[in-house]
């Protein structure tokens, strides 16, 4: 009754005033008024909730959405010397701890206006149209509001670039399913779900909704060019480079963004010069030349430029070069000049005028940034390749502290810093050994020279090392003063520590690029330092490990004899200079501080040689095992067999040798190195063992034939075929019984005894491992199932499910508990009006962490469109869990438990794989972490839940 009064108001106002304005905002007042609910469908309500999504909601959002895009675009730095990104938000992790970032706003309104005009009734059928394929065509659509899908667009896009890439794929996903009739949206949705699924890391995903995309077919160009662009990124995230170019070319085409097109124009210069096209590279970066672009990405362009320039004459790219490198303001690009001269002269090549400008680029860096990595990575590959292992080590180091773990050097670069980092501990000690017993053989005279040489040089660093920090210091002074004046005009803000995307409040040791970095910046001030008193003396003796590295002899210098030939002397001749505790020094500038050192003394003299005896074995375990180096290996066995020929390691240093000359074939070789450990050692296992003629046979197919027998007795292990795992582990310890699996097959050996129910075995051949195998993988499960039977499980009746059982719920969390009496005197909180979450808990590699995160996503996106639900995945051990949140009471996770039980929901396949489904508050959960076990809180959960 009201709407009628109002309309009639209305036609009234209309023909009073018989202004067309007025009576066009009369109508509109009217249809407002009769179109304001989302439950009609009609040609009123259609246009009013159109009219609004679009200039009321969405437009906000939206605003929002370009400046949060914007400040993401111009905040990004690209990385010129490594391949480029497709798009800034790239670089944003593929897993985040939390959900959300600067497009929440945008996001908030994209809900929004779904929520408050979606139309989903069906409109009242036209009798008249019933025949019309296009009327029927619209009638089967599921949304009505013919603007939403903009909003709904929205919402995926701020997750995309917020970096939530699951939820993104969650939303595109639902806008394609709910537009599949409108191709135009639909396949606009799917081509974003495939870029977000290609940023998580799901290739083939993508790749499936790639293809269906192209056998629907384009419905325009505008689409057309983003299937390509988003073609490009997906085989570039790959790495498949070749793949990339006939897409990117096509997105370059179409990209209308000045500096995103020049971006790509740079990327597709890589592309060819990886494929080693220096023609099409060196095109493509002269395009880039030709437009208006920042000068760090013109500065980069002609460096590739210089990289590609094809010819073998170097003369014209090494004098561009220079020229750039002594232009004032390419001062903070020198490292990336260097690096480019560097490479100039490796392709002529001459590895020595390469590494010279290298390591200037190391020198020159003023950012320390990748460019600086850039020229430590390959520095570090030149000196191993010569094993020049010391000097390598440093640059490992250094460049792994900026690498990121994405990087496909990291993980080469991550293993020879750490095997480098124990090699040089070790070969610093005695290197220093060497050095003062060399010492100790010469004159008081020569000692002194030698001494003052150190000191001097001590000096000449502290005093260059002092200049360099007044120039750093004025420059950071020049540079705030800047940054200052810059920022008079703008509001004051907090300046932070950076942080990666995702760890905004992360305590520093937790961060582990800033502790990379820390420690870089340690290990360049300090070098390698063990974790001990006085700390900053390198084993009291570091600044004569090298000494003789570039030393003259007494007869070659001319420095000036001292008085310490007039020092007094001890009754064996012995200067008391190296002997007198009282005269101990602690100033590297006094010669006292080195001489001191000097083993002097037949007592002093066996500990030097205790250090070298140790040294030299682990050195050479090192070059053997870990850098598989056999020259340096045999060469270091060598000198401690003739230096140290009745060391108590004799036995396993010649049978190293003997393996490393059968490892390279050499059976001359590895025969004389048998006959000397028969002769030598001819009562030991070892030697008995050599006298089978088919010893040598049994070690070669020990390395053949160990992994395919290891994955037949644990086929045998799963199926309960106990014959066949004993009879290969008695196979085992007879003719491999140095095989690095032995351990495992111990492990798989003892386990059957418990699909047998000897439980007596069981814990006879558990400890058995323990003490013969203390460093093995398997000995810490080991340890960890005999603490549960000390604390009383027993074997099922039914085999080992009790025990795998006991595996899941009874580890500890919380990481090494070191109290397990405090552990079990916590409480357990009744509470049940306070936030919950949900674990799923199983196994590590049970499960697809993946496939189950994708599922559970999914199935939340589907059943809940407003309560979003967050994910967060952990690991305990061998214990991993997702965990769903937050829940705001235990009635509500108990509703949603319910839901995922139900047909339809992914519990029960869960829970057929062997997954645990708990509900558990916040509060239990933080005293679960304190050392309780999964067990124990079950037990209390159904306790709580079946108490009236």
Not at 414 to 443: C, H, P, W
Not at 558 to 582: C, F, M, R, V, Y
Request: proline share 3%.
């Amino acid at each position: 009754m009201l709407k009628r009064e109002f309309i009639r108001l209305g036609v009234m106002l209309c023909m009073v005033l018989r202004g067309v304005l007025c009576m066009v905002l009369c109508v509109v007042l009217c249809m407002v008024l009769c179109g304001c609910s989302s439950s009609k469908n009609t040609a009123g309500t259609r246009w009013y909730h159109a009219f609004n999504t679009r200039y009321n909601v969405y437009f906000n959002g939206v605003m929002a959405y370009d400046e949060a895009l914007k400040q993401q675009t111009e905040s990004h730095q690209d990385n010129y010397s490594d391949i480029l990104l497709m798009y800034p938000v790239d670089a944003l992790p593929r897993e985040k701890a939390t959900q959300g970032g600067a497009f929440d706003r945008a996001i908030e309104k994209g809900v929004k206006a779904a929520k408050q005009h979606s139309i989903r009734t069906k409109p009242k059928a036209d009798p008249n149209r019933r025949s019309d394929p296009a009327y029927k065509a619209w009638r089967s659509r599921l949304e009505f509001n013919a603007f939403l899908f903009n909003a709904w667009m929205l919402v995926g896009k701020g997750q995309f670039h917020n970096g939530d890439f699951m939820l993104a794929g969650g939303t595109f996903a639902y806008i394609a399913r709910i537009y599949e009739s409108q191709p135009e949206i639909g396949i606009d949705a799917l081509i974003w779900q495939a870029r977000s699924y290609t940023n998580l890391g799901w290739f083939y995903e993508a790749e499936d909704i790639l293809l269906r995309v192209k056998r629907e077919g384009i419905p325009n160009k505008q689409l057309e060019h983003w299937y390509a662009a988003t073609y490009a990124d997906f085989w570039l995230q790959q790495k498949q480079y070749a793949d990339v170019i006939p897409y990117l070319q096509k997105a370059i085409d179409a990209e209308k963004n000045n500096l995103q097109r020049n971006r790509e124009r740079y990327l597709l210069g890589q592309l060819y010069a990886k494929e080693r096209n220096k023609a099409l590279a060196y095109k493509a970066f002269s395009e880039i030349q030709m437009s208006k672009v920042p000068y760090s990405l013109q500065f980069s362009t002609k460096i590739r430029q210089s990289e590609v320039m094809e010819g073998n004459d170097t003369t014209h790219i090494t004098k561009q070069l220079r020229k750039m490198a002594k232009d004032s303001k390419n001062k903070d690009y020198l490292d990336q000049i260097y690096y480019a001269l560097g490479n100039v002269y490796m392709a002529v090549p001459d590895t020595a005028n390469a590494i010279a400008h290298y390591e200037l680029g190391v020198e020159k860096s003023t950012q320390n940034g990748f460019d600086k990595t850039l020229n430590q990575l390959i520095l570090g590959d030149l000196y191993f390749q010569q094993r020049n292992y010391t000097k390598a080590h440093p640059h490992y180091t250094g460049a792994l502290a900026q690498l990121a773990k994405t990087h496909e050097a990291y993980p080469r670069v991550e293993k020879r810093a750490e095997i480098l980092g124990e090699l040089v501990v070790v070969a610093e000690a005695v290197n220093l050994q060497d050095s003062l017993q060399r010492l100790a053989k010469m004159t008081d005279s020569e000692r002194l020279k030698v001494v003052n040489k150190l000191i001097d040089e001590l000096k000449q660093k502290e005093k260059e090392e002092e200049l360099a920090a007044q120039r750093e210091a004025y420059n950071n002074t020049l540079d705030e003063t800047r940054s200052q004046l810059k920022q008079l005009d703008k509001p004051v803000a907090a300046v932070v520590a950076p942080t990666k995307p995702g760890e905004e409040n992360l305590f520093y040791f937790y961060n582990t690029q800033a502790v990379a970095l820390g420690k870089a910046a340690f290990q360049q001030k300090w070098g390698n330092r063990k974790l001990e008193d006085n700390w900053r003396r390198r084993n009291k003796t570091a600044p004569m490990s090298n000494m003789f590295a570039e030393e003259k002899t007494a007869e070659d210098t001319d420095l000036p004899e001292d008085s310490i030939a007039d020092l007094p002397t001890d009754s064996l001749g012995n200067s008391l200079a190296a002997s007198k505790p009282d005269s101990l020094s602690t100033d590297p500038h006094d010669p006292q501080f080195y001489l001191q050192q000097i083993p002097m003394t037949e007592e002093a003299i066996a500990a030097s040689n205790l250090i070298l005896k140790d040294g030299l074995y682990n050195m050479a375990v090192i070059y053997k095992n870990k850098l598989e180096d056999s020259f340096l290996a045999v060469e270091t066995f060598n000198r401690l067999n003739t230096q140290f020929p009745e060391h108590e390691k004799k036995l396993d240093a010649y049978y190293n040798v003997y393996l490393i000359h059968l490892r390279n074939n050499n059976k001359e070789l590895a025969d004389r190195q048998k006959q000397l450990i028969r002769e030598e050692f001819p009562e030991s296992a070892l030697a008995q063992a050599m006298a089978d003629p088919g010893y040598e046979y049994n070690l070669k197919m020990m390395y053949v034939l160990q992994d395919s027998l290891y994955e037949a007795t644990y086929e045998a292990y799963l199926e309960g075929d106990i014959a066949e795992i004993h009879q290969n582990y008695e196979t085992v310890q007879a003719k491999y019984p140095q095989s690095d699996l032995m351990p495992k097959f111990a492990f798989l050996n003892a386990l059957s005894y418990v699909q047998t129910h000897d439980g007596d075995t069981f814990k006879a051949l558990l400890q058995e491992i323990i003490a013969k195998y203390p460093r093995a993988d398997v000995t810490e499960l080991a340890q960890e199932m005999m603490k549960r039977f000390l604390a009383g499980l027993t074997l099922s009746s039914s085999g080992d499910n009790q025990l795998a059982r006991g595996g899941l719920l009874g580890s500890r969390w919380g990481g090494a508990v070191q109290d397990v009496s405090a552990a079990e005197a916590l409480q357990f909180s009744e509470a049940v009006d306070v936030p919950h979450l949900l674990m799923i808990v199983y196994s590590k590699g049970s499960l697809d962490d993946n496939l189950l995160l994708y599922t559970v996503a999914s199935f939340n996106f589907g059943n809940f469109t407003v309560n979003d639900f967050d994910l967060e995945q952990t690991s305990e051990g061998e214990v991993n869990t997702l965990q769903i949140k937050t829940f705001v009471n235990l009635e509500v996770v108990q509703e949603y438990e319910q839901m995922i039980h139900e047909e339809e929901g992914y519990a029960a396949e869960l829970e057929r794989l062997g997954a645990i489904i708990v509900p558990i508050s916040e509060a239990n959960y933080n005293i679960l972490e304190q050392g309780k076990t999964l067990e124990e809180y079950l037990q209390f959960y159904k306790t709580l839940t079946t108490s009236p």
